[in-house]
Every structure is written in C-alpha cells, then in structure tokens.
C-alpha cells in the first residue's frame, strides 16, 4: 500500500513486460530510436508547423498547480456518476462488450487488460475525471503511466506522468493527443491524485460530413490547458483520421495501454444546448 491508498505492488513486471510487447509489435513511443523524444517522419499536422509527435515542438512550461487534490472533489447533485464510492463498475463494459474487468477497491479502479468504456453515450458534456500514476516510477515518455481518457471513444486527452518525463509533448499529459500539447504542464508527482475536467462539444455533421469540429476545453489539477480547442478528427498514434459521422455521439473510454494507472471519482453532466432546452 502506498500514499493516498495507491497499490502499486508488482508494478514493475507489468510494465517490463508490457514495453516489451510494445516494442515487439511496434506500437506507441516504443518504436521510436532510442534517445528520440518524438518523430519526424510523420504527416505533417494541418495547417501546423510540426509533425505529428514532434519531438523538436518547444516542451509547455511547467506550472505547479495551487490545489492538491487529496480528497476527491464532490459531484454536483445532477451528475451521473460513472466511478463512485461503491465498488461497481456497473457503468462500463469492456470496448468488445464484455463485462467490465478492470478491479475496483475502496472506489479506486485499477487499468487492466483491454479498454473500458460506459455503457452509456453522450455527446456535449462536462466530465471530471481522477487519476493517479504510480509511486514507483518504471519507464520513461510514452511508457510511463500511459492511459487515456476517450471522449466520445474517439478523442484521447492522454493521460501519463509527465512530471519530470519529457516526451513528444503533443502526447504528454493532458495533450490532445497527437494534435494539440496542453499550453502548460500541470502535471502532480508520481502517486498523486490529479484532476481533469473537461468541457465538450461532439462533432456535428449535415449530410453525413463534418459541419462543426469537437471541441475541448480542459482543466489539469484546475490549470486550463485547452481553451476551447478543436480536434481536427479522432486522435491517432502517427497519423491523421479523418472525421466520420459515427464520431457524432459515443462513450467515455479509458485506456489501457499496458501500465498500471488508477481512477477514482468519475462524473459527467450532459449539456444541453440552450436552443433545444429552451432556455
Ligand atoms: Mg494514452
């Protein structure tokens, strides 16, 4: 048992063996040369001047963030609550329908096999979403407590310890990944509870294309990192996806990416537009 009732024992062999399949299949930052923080040899971004995953983009400062986050911050009354004080993932099921498998313990939720999402499916929200990295630092970049939250299932805001980790910085902590790096580093130490808190807009469509981007607002530990920024399609590991009509509406997704992360207290609240809710 660590601080803050994080376990973290075993960590190490998880992610040993995990960077290794990485490695051997030639996924993530794990195929990159060693000693590269990025690439450069990827698409070049839309009307940007960086490759995707650039590692030679200037690195966002780092700023300490004034809360600490030690208790979990209460859900308003009209939140739907999708990890609670109660051990039950009965929101979630496994991407392929499964029942959910991650573990639940004292209303903590440890990453395992294969990615989680909610039963349910939204659109325009505000999510909050806790998480913890572990104690014990194994790995580094992208190997480094890598998970994600996926909204709508499709775009990522990473999640991974970017505290002292330097790594392509649009796939640090709180990036949208592989397209926009958050504006700061606000990230807390190894084991400490972090907050997110996310204001989003779906994609709208007419005729089956794109009329309006999804669009990002996020908060890392209460530091805004995205002000309303758009992804340009659902995020991707060296590439560019094109936007789909199926991107409209989706679920929240969380990632498994072979390291241990936690999540406790996730809660979301559907906005409505003010033309359809009357107001
Ligand atoms: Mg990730």
Redesign the pocket.
Known sequence: MKKNGIRDSGLGIRVSAASIVAAAIGI?AAAQPPGQLGYDDTPMQPGGRWHIHDGKRPQPPVVTPGVKNADPVPPPSDATVLIGTRDDLGAWQMTDGAPATWTMKGGVVETGKGLMRTKAEFTDFQLHVEFATPTTVKGDG?GRG???VFLLGKF?V???DSYNNPTYPD?QAAAM?GQHPPLVNASRPPGEWQTYDIVFTAPRFAQARLDKPAIATVFHNSVVVHNGDAFWGPTANRKIDPYTPDTAKGPITL?D?GNPVWYRNVWIRPIADRESAGR
């Open positions: 993530g992208q890598n998970s994600g990522e990473q999640v991974l796939g990944y990632q990416h």
